[in-house]
């Protein structure tokens, strides 16, 4: 196959908590991975990104591990604040330069 | 520094009319794409381009159709609107460099799209 699997949200969390948002993906070779952020009301912004395997990518406190053993790529933050509620999308190039993208995860932080 | 540009920002249609949704880029990408996200779902293509001239169906063409005239512009019509119709849509952009296949999509707001 050739898909991109989100954990289900929402994920609701404390303000200050630890965040986990899984992502698994299939693919052969080693596809550039992506995460997207969506603020309500608003369009998609890049996250952060890794383009080979072991690469981590980092941005604004999240982070996440490209993981080729586990095809993972597992977005992390360790503190989240109520301004990180958005829905997170995780995405993987596919061959033809479109992205496959997952079903994004909700994520509510409560002050 | 504009990036990609979506107009109309909101718009109602009754069924069966018909309307354009524009989207314009100022990043001189070659790639550009049409999107629709329902409400709760994640991302659907709809049809993409790889350059002036060019176009592809994605994986939900039925009922759009697009042009590329110019690298800028890449417009999405619906041509008899349905209630199915009723979503989200979202230009986006990318670029070729480097072969592209690590070039982020650069995306618009959105066009909030309700058939009635």
């Known amino acids: 196959g050739n898909s991109v699997t989100q954990m289900e949200g929402p994920v609701t969390l404390s303000e200050e908590a630890f965040l986990t948002i899984n992502c698994t993906y299939t693919?052969?070779?080693?596809?550039?991975l992506f995460w997207y952020v969506q603020y309500p009301g608003e369009g998609l912004q890049l996250l952060l990104k890794?383009?080979?395997a072991d690469d981590k990518g980092s941005n604004k406190g999240f982070e996440a591990t490209y993981r080729k053993e586990t095809t993972s790529f597992h977005l992390e933050k360790g503190s989240v604040q109520v301004s990180d509620s958005a829905v997170y999308f995780c995405?993987?190039?596919?061959?033809?330069?479109?992205?496959?993208w997952g079903a994004g995860t909700k994520l509510i932080i409560k002050p | 520094n504009a990036g990609v540009t979506q107009t109309p920002k909101f718009r109602i249609l009754k069924i069966g009319q018909s309307m354009t949704l524009q989207c314009t880029q100022d990043?001189?990408?070659?790639?550009m794409y049409w999107y629709r996200q329902d409400p709760g779902m994640g991302l659907k293509l709809i049809y993409y381009?790889?350059?002036?001239?060019?176009?592809d169906k994605g994986e939900v063409p039925n009922g759009y159709n697009v042009s590329r005239s110019t690298t800028e512009d890449f417009p999405l019509r619906l041509e008899l609107a349905a209630p199915s119709q009723t979503s989200v849509y979202f230009c986006?952009?990318?670029?070729?460099?480097?072969?592209?296949?690590?070039?982020?999509?650069?995306f618009g707001d959105g066009t909030r799209l309700s058939i009635l």
């Open positions: 986006a952009s990318s670029s070729p460099r480097g072969g592209g296949s690590n070039q982020p999509q650069h």
């Open positions: 381009s790889v350059g002036a001239g060019i176009t």
């Open positions: 890794a383009t080979k």
């Open positions: 990043m001189n990408h070659n790639y």
């Open positions: 995405g993987k190039r596919d061959s033809n330069y479109q992205l496959i």
């Open positions: 693919a052969t070779g080693y596809p550039s």
